[in-house]
């Protein structure tokens, strides 16, 4: 594989809205982010994700874009961005922002435009159709429940949002639409930014000759995914996309796309594929709080371990993966791995250990590396996204109580990864001297930065060795470039896995359990992390302890 400037980053998501606010409105900033890139630095990451900061009516906090090319002022100014670009340059860190063109805001004045004439010029820059007999043009589900199609006032016309009413998908078939996109990636990527994570790509090409489809639930709509995810003929946008801006920048792309058909892997991340990377979701559905996994997380975590390996095998030596284990949309780690009553401080930090190491761009999201977790609100209210509230509108109508559906939101909403920053135990976590606009989880005092920069044994010191490990320069190139060949697959209770490179072996030893387990072959080497004091040995054989996390190096 040819070396590229991209294949050795560490990547930190920021959800700007929560992470640091410095002018008292309790929401976060772009100079919260300023800020707090000590930090960043010292933790040792090198490329910062920041969700989107354009302007924005916040339907869907930012994912609704009114203005591509304004930073929204809740957020600071485009003198802000570029300042956060230098002093993070500075730091070694590179800045990557989102990219969202599948959608804009129904406020982007394209979108106003198409309303006030459907069948003008801007009207070809959205998915118009007419209705037929009164109802939408057909029964697709919004991926945010309800119809996909809203009415246009004083118009039979219907415009398509996968997602919310407030974001209306692009038409990619018209070449103008195409032209305008392009032109606003390259003025940033102009301004010096690393690259985009691009959100929602996959959708960008629609299959609209279906008509109406068997309904698939009692709202009489149907998910009609296949006609709007990885659609054929999608690649041909794809390709011109990347030829247009990310390849004449040489910059990094991380696509937000799940579910590529294995042929298809190596067109979207090999070597020359549309992006540099993709996120990988094969885990992102495993919930040991519900759903099928509900209450069964050992065999839970054995299926994760499984998928995941599998997928590296695939991939192996033709592509990364972005590998993550949290996200703004997905509730945080230790709740959605871990029962509460197995959270403590040796099972928090096996968590990271498991992907850290694999080939590919390790990722982390904001507070994961405290250990922050989601908290239970008494009042449906309490949540402000409006994904979360159409779920549980969702969850009404499908026959369950408030309490039920209320129980469901607070075991699986996005939104619980969303609480602020967790700082310092003054008032609101430190996160904002005004009132936050999403409630601080009450754990602060315990659970906060600055008291696990104070503590040798904390979650955030481990996050730190762990990053300097990947960094270090004996065994980098092999972390990056390594072959991966998974160990001690016959058991049900570790994840082991091992990267070789010029004579260099690292393995990287996981139990998932709470009990002790001993594994089947014999290992030795220099330690180079633990997650306890100790390691025993038996006969050449580990005896891990319940969580323990271990990596040991070996040169011949
Ligand atoms: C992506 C984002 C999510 C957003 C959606 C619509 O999935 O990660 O937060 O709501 O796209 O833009
Ligand atoms: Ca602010």
């Known amino acids: 594989m ?7 980053l560490i990547g930190y998501q920021i959800y700007p809205k929560s992470f640091q606010d410095t002018n008292s409105d309790g929401i976060g900033d772009i100079p919260g982010v300023i800020q707090r890139l000590d930090y960043l630095s010292d933790l040792g990451i090198s490329m910062i994700w920041i969700c989107p900061i354009y302007c924005s009516p916040m339907m869907d906090n930012g994912y609704d874009i009114s203005d591509y090319t304004r930073i929204d002022s809740v957020f600071g100014t485009n003198g802000d961005l570029k300042k956060l670009i230098e002093e993070a340059k500075k730091r070694g860190i590179t800045i990557i922002m989102d990219l969202v063109i599948n959608h804009t805001s129904s406020a982007h004045p394209w979108f106003q435009e198409a309303c006030k004439n459907p069948e003008g010029e801007y009207g070809k820059y959205y998915i118009l159709r007419k209705g037929k007999n009164g109802q939408p043009p057909n029964n697709w589900r919004s991926l945010f429940g309800g119809s996909a199609w809203e009415k246009i006032e004083g118009s039979e016309y219907y415009y398509l949002h996968l997602f919310t009413v407030g974001q209306p ?22 301004m010096g930014i690393g690259g985009f994570r ?6 960008i090409k629609k299959d609209l000759t279906c008509g109406n489809l068997p309904s698939d639930g009692p709202d009489g709509l149907c998910s009609g995914m296949r006609y709007f995810r990885n659609v054929k003929g999608i690649e041909d946008y794809l390709k011109e996309l990347k030829e247009r801006t990310f390849e004449k920048y040489d910059c990094f792309t991380l696509a937000e796309v799940d579910d590529i058909p294995e042929e298809r892997l190596e067109a979207y991340i090999g070597e020359n594929g549309y992006y540099s990377t993709i996120f990988d979701f094969c885990h ?5 709080l519900d759903g099928a996994w509900k209450g069964r997380d ?15 095998k695939k991939m192996e030596g033709r592509g990364f993966f972005c590998n993550y284990q949290e996200n703004h949309d997905m509730i945080r780690i230790p709740d959605r791995f871990l029962p509460k009553e197995k959270q403590n401080f040796y099972s928090l930090s096996m968590l990271p250990v498991m992907y850290f190491f694999l080939p590919g761009i390790p990722m982390l999201y904001q507070g994961q590396e405290i250990g922050m977790t989601g908290f239970w609100r008494e009042h449906i209210e309490d949540y402000v996204d409006l994904a979360t509230h159409n779920n549980y509108q969702g969850y009404l109508e499908q026959g369950m109580t408030k309490e039920q559906a209320l129980e469901k939101i607070n075991y699986t909403s996005r939104e619980n990864a969303r609480t602020p920053m967790q700082w310092n135990d003054g008032p609101n976590a430190g996160f904002s001297d005004g009132m936050p606009w999403f409630a601080v989880n009450p754990d602060y005092q315990k659970v906060n930065v600055e008291k696990e920069q104070q503590d040798n044994g904390s979650l955030l010191k481990f996050y730190q060795k762990l ?5 270090h320069c004996v065994y980098q190139k092999n972390w990056v470039y390594g072959s991966f060949t998974a160990l001690e697959e016959d058991s049900d209770q570790l994840w082991c896995y091992m990267r070789c490179r010029d004579g260099q072996r690292l393995q990287v030893f996981v139990n998932m359990s709470d009990e002790w387990v001993t594994t089947k072959g014999c290992y030795d080497g220099k330690v180079l992390i633990n997650n306890y004091a100790a390691l025993s040995q038996k006969a050449g054989c580990l005896l891990l302890q319940p969580y323990q996390a271990v990596v040991l190096a070996v040169e011949s």
Do not use: G, P, S
């Open 169 to 190: 998908d692009l038409n990619w078939e018209n070449e103008k639409l195409r032209q305008a996109l392009y032109k606003m990636i390259n003025d940033w990527l102009e």
């Open 2 to 8: 040819k070396e590229k400037w991209w294949h050795d």
């Open 467 to 471: 990053i300097a490990l990947r960094k």
């Open 284 to 288: 992102c559905f495993h919930n040991c």
């Open 198 to 203: 691009i959100d929602a790509i996959a959708h």
């Open 298 to 312: 050992k065999e839970m975590l054995l299926d994760v371990r499984n998928r995941v390996f599998e997928r590296q």
